[in-house]
């Protein structure tokens, strides 16, 4: 049996590459699809004070992380392996460590936003912080 790989996906062409390459490089792993519904996404608008706003906001999210699921069960099934999917809400760098530790996983592969300059220094990176913070390796795709 070969190992439990972690890949966190939200959409972007790099989560996307990072499941890619977790599927090459790993191709007799189990791999486990993590989606975080970050509830900062939300935002602070004035939108976000109407109760239904949340609800409606979460929905969505959920939606998202399906059809995530859905593309991430197509590609894997192309490449005849197969995937489990789960989605948390909580701040994605927190979560991913914590899913890691909680759930046997092996390996983290994820993607890498490319911040650089100012923005990396104000924001951080989610793949930083899970580097920093795993206690498993983490395997950042560009």
């Given at each position: 049996?070969?190992?439990?790989?972690?890949?966190?996906?939200?959409?972007?062409?790099?989560?996307?590459?990072?499941?890619?390459?977790?599927?090459?490089?790993?191709?007799?792993?189990?791999?486990?699809?993590?989606?975080?519904?970050?509830?900062?996404?939300?935002?602070?608008?004035?939108?976000?004070?109407?109760?239904?706003?949340?609800?409606?906001?979460?929905?969505?999210?959920e939606d998202e992380a399906e059809r995530l699921f859905e593309k991430a069960r197509d590609r894997a099934t192309e490449r005849g392996v197969a995937v489990s999917e789960d989605t948390v809400v909580g701040k994605p760098s927190r979560v991913i460590v914590e899913y890691a530790e909680e759930h046997d996983i092996d390996q983290i592969v994820m993607g890498s936003h490319g911040r650089s300059g100012v923005t990396r220094i104000l924001l951080g990176s989610v793949a930083e912080t899970v580097v920093r913070g795993s206690s498993v390796p983490v395997t950042v795709a560009r």
């Open positions: 049996m070969g190992k439990r790989i972690l890949v966190p996906l939200d959409g972007s062409v790099q989560s996307w590459e990072a499941f890619e390459f977790a599927i090459d490089e790993f191709p007799d792993g189990e791999f486990v699809v993590l989606h975080v519904i970050n509830p900062a996404d939300a935002g602070y608008s004035a939108q976000a004070s109407i109760p239904s706003f949340s609800e409606e906001w979460y929905e969505r999210a």
